[in-house]
Every structure is written in C-alpha cells, then in structure tokens.
C-alpha cells in the first residue's frame, strides 16, 4: 500500500468520523418541519451535506428510539411515506446541542 | 424494477424480523423516489446499467442491513484486553513449557522425544481458547458491571517496574550465594580425583578437575559482576551479552556435568561394594535422567537474557531510550527537581 494511498483513506476515516457527530444535529435541525426521508435528504443535501440512504434511516431509527423524533406513515402521491418531526424532548436536545456546538465551533476557530 | 426487488430482498434477509417491513418499506421509498426523479430527467424508464448504478451507491445489501442492527459483540471493549492477556498467559502456559520439555528431550535423549505428544499440543490449545472464550462471553452476555472500574485508586495501582534496572536485592542475593558457593566448593571439592566426604570416599572421573576450574572461575566471574551491578544497577548492553555469555557457558557445563557421567565409585564403611556400584550407577543415570530438565533451564535462561540482550541493543541503536519514558519522571534532569 502506497504511502499516498494510506494518507487518503487515514484522511476519510477521520473525516468520517469528524462527520458522523454533526449528522444527528444536522438532520434534527432539518426536522424541525415535519418531513420525509428523501425530501430530508435532499434538504441536507441542498446545504452541502450529502448522506445517502443507509446512513439516514438507522440514524432516524435511532433518533426515534431515543425519544427525539416521532413518526407517522401517510399516503403522498399515491405512495405511503414516514414523515418525521422532531418530538418535544428533541427540539429542547437540538437546543442544548446547537449551543454546545457553538462553543465547540468558537473554541476551534480559534485554535485553528 | 426486478432489479430493486431483488436487491430489497437481499437487505430483507439480514434484517430483524419484527423490523424487517417498515425498514424496506422506507429504503423501497427512498430508491423509488430516487428512479422515479431520474426518470423525469432523463424523461424515459431507466435501462438496467442506470439502476444498477443507483442500487450500488446505496451499498452492498450487507452493509445496508448492518446498519440498522445494533452493535453486537461477543466480548465487548471492556472485557476485551483482559480476555486477550488472559487468553496469551493460557496459550503461551500451554505451549510454552510443553515445547521447552520436548526441546530439552530432543537435544539430550532424542529416542524419548517422541513420547511428548505434542500432536494433542494444538488440540489442548483450542480447548483452552475455547473454554476461555466461552467464560468470557458468559460474563459479557450476564452483564457483570466492573465496580472497580468506576472506584479505583491510584495508590492502589501496582508501583512501575524499570526493567533495565538491576533490583539491589536481587545483587546482593547473588552475591552471597556465588560467595558462599565458591567456598563450600572449593572446601569439599578441591580437584583431587578421590575426595573424602562425611566419612565416603568419592571416587570421581579426571574430567572432573576441568569442571571444577570452570565452575569456580565462572562464580568468580558472576561475583564480580554482581558487585558492578550493585555499583551501577542498570542493565547495559554489554552488561546483558557478558550475563548471557556467562548463564549460556554455565548452563552448558551443567549439561555436559549431568551427562559425563564423573562419578566412578563410592566406598562408605556402611554400603558394601555391590551397593556401592548400584548407587554410582543410580547417580550417574539421575543426572542422565536430569538432562533434558537442565537443557529446558538453560534454554529459558538463554530466553530471558536473550530478550533483554535484543531489546538493549535494539533501543541502542534507534536512538530510543532504553527504559520506558515513565522512569523520566524519577529522573531529575528531566522533571526539573
């Protein structure tokens, strides 16, 4: 394995693992209107954050385990879609984790 | 759309069963949603080469189903570095003394070497690896909270153990023991080749005298030594060779003593000549018999000095400090005191 080789895929580990902490506030942040999983998808990826399908939906499962997203299937354009919202207990955690992000966010800025 | 069913099939398979709908009902969504928005862009049906390419950005039908399990671990990261220490002192317990005794009999008795068994070795090892892997999912699996974990104490942890430092203890031990040896030796075995002992007149070969030279002069060897370690306790590289040199020269003597068969006669006013030849004999076929035990002793020694000669050389020559940084924090030069 080339030297450059393993410098990419060392680069993409720590870039995906820098990514995964800000997806569950990035896809919170997008519920706060009640959406789909694709159109969510699309949102995200409209504001440059790309996630494709496997990601997403364990991540919403998770989520809706934990008490921070709730569901309902509905009928839209004659197909049945889960549409999400973020639950009361997720709008109070999405807040928490957007002021801990901003500190996180200053605090970086400054050191870098 | 074969295509889609198929590859949802195939995630359906790795599934939970009471998950299993709603998940492909949502991913079958998603995917449709995606052929569907390509569809109008292209503004015809999709040919196969186009789904293909959809459905392998989404991901193998293993790595999608995985996703959506939970983290499954048969012995988690807690337990994990106390089963893999505890797994190598049961293997390396297992294999280690079993090869050092087949060795040792290869070298000196190569005929019985056979009879170690050492086919059923690996299958002993499997059984331990197993019977330990077992135990340790068992615990793992009852959920067995380590208090210890969360109520520990630093002054409760093992003191840090320099290992290139010379114990002083261990120095003044040898000492005594090589000073005592010398003495005792010299007294009762002065080179002669009949030696007059509690009364029995020991009768021994001529090589005997050589060994007794050897013997004594490698006491006096280690003596020396020891006293230098007590002046300078720390392991040098070249300290280490000259300890290797000196156990690795003294332990083959000892082999080539246990097996030159140096007794040539007893005679005690209590022991008639005919048992005096049966208990020359038992002597002599003891110490044949004590062989492979002092070739497994000397290969452990030469083992052990062995490691501690590489690992000296080796951190001499990348420039590496040859003792753990921890043993800085001692060091005044460093911390500053």
Redesign the interface.
């Known amino acids: 394995m080339s030297q450059s080789t393993s410098n990419h895929e060392l680069f993409e580990n720590l870039r995906l693992e820098l990514r995964r902490g800000c997806l569950s506030l990035a896809v919170m942040s997008q519920l706060r209107t009640e959406r789909?999983?694709?159109t969510l998808?699309k949102a995200l990826a409209e504001q440059g954050l790309e996630i494709?399908?496997?990601?997403l939906?364990?991540l919403l499962?998770r989520l809706e385990n934990q008490g921070l997203l709730t569901s309902v299937?509905r009928e839209e354009e004659k197909?049945?879609?889960?549409f999400y919202r973020l639950s009361p207990e997720g709008k109070l955690m999405l807040k928490q984790l957007g002021t801990e992000w901003q500190k996180i966010n200053a605090t970086l800025e400054g050191i870098l | 759309m074969e295509l889609l069913n198929r590859y949802l099939h195939a995630i359906e398979f790795w599934l939970p069963k009471r998950q299993r709908h709603d998940i492909i009902a949502e991913l079958s969504e998603d995917l449709r949603s995606q052929i569907e928005e390509k569809e109008s862009q292209l503004g015809r049906k999709l040919e196969d080469g186009e789904l293909e390419a959809i459905l392998k950005r989404c991901g193998s039908p293993l790595t999608v189903a995985l996703r959506y399990l939970p983290q499954q671990y048969l012995i988690g990261p807690t337990l994990f570095p106390i089963y893999r220490f505890v797994l190598a002192m049961i293997v390396l317990g297992c294999v280690v003394p079993r090869v050092l005794i087949w060795l040792g009999f290869l070298i000196a008795d190569p005929a019985h070497s056979g009879s170690m068994h050492m086919e059923n070795l690996w299958m002993t090892v499997v059984y331990f690896a197993f019977f330990t892997t077992l135990a340790f999912a068992v615990v793992e699996r009852s959920g067995v909270r380590f208090e210890d974990l969360n109520t520990w104490n630093p002054r409760k942890l093992p003191p840090a153990r320099d290992p290139n430092r010379i114990p002083r203890f261990s120095t003044l031990c040898e000492i005594a023991v090589n000073t005592i040896f010398l003495v005792y030796f010299i007294n009762l075995f002065w080179p002669r080749p009949v030696i007059d002992l509690y009364g029995a007149t020991i009768s021994l070969a001529p090589v005997w005298q050589f060994f007794f030279a050897c013997f004594v002069v490698l006491a006096a060897v280690n003596t020396a030594f020891a006293a230098a370690n007590l002046l300078r306790p720390y392991w040098t590289p070249l300290r280490a060779s000259l300890r290797l040199l000196t156990d690795v020269l003294g332990g083959m003597l000892l082999c080539w003593l246990l097996k030159a068969h140096v007794l040539v006669g007893i005679i005690a006013p209590s022991l008639s000549a005919t048992k005096a030849i049966v208990v020359t004999n038992l002597v002599n076929l003891g110490m044949t018999i004590a062989l492979p035990w002092c070739i497994v002793f000397v290969i452990v020694i030469l083992g052990v000095n062995g490691y501690r000669v590489v690992r000296l050389w080796r951190a001499n020559r990348t420039g590496r400090p040859n003792a753990p940084a921890l043993n800085d924090l001692s060091n005044p030069m460093v911390n500053g005191n």
């Open positions: 789909y999983g694709y998808r494709d399908e496997s990601t939906y364990p499962r299937w197909r049945n879609k889960r």
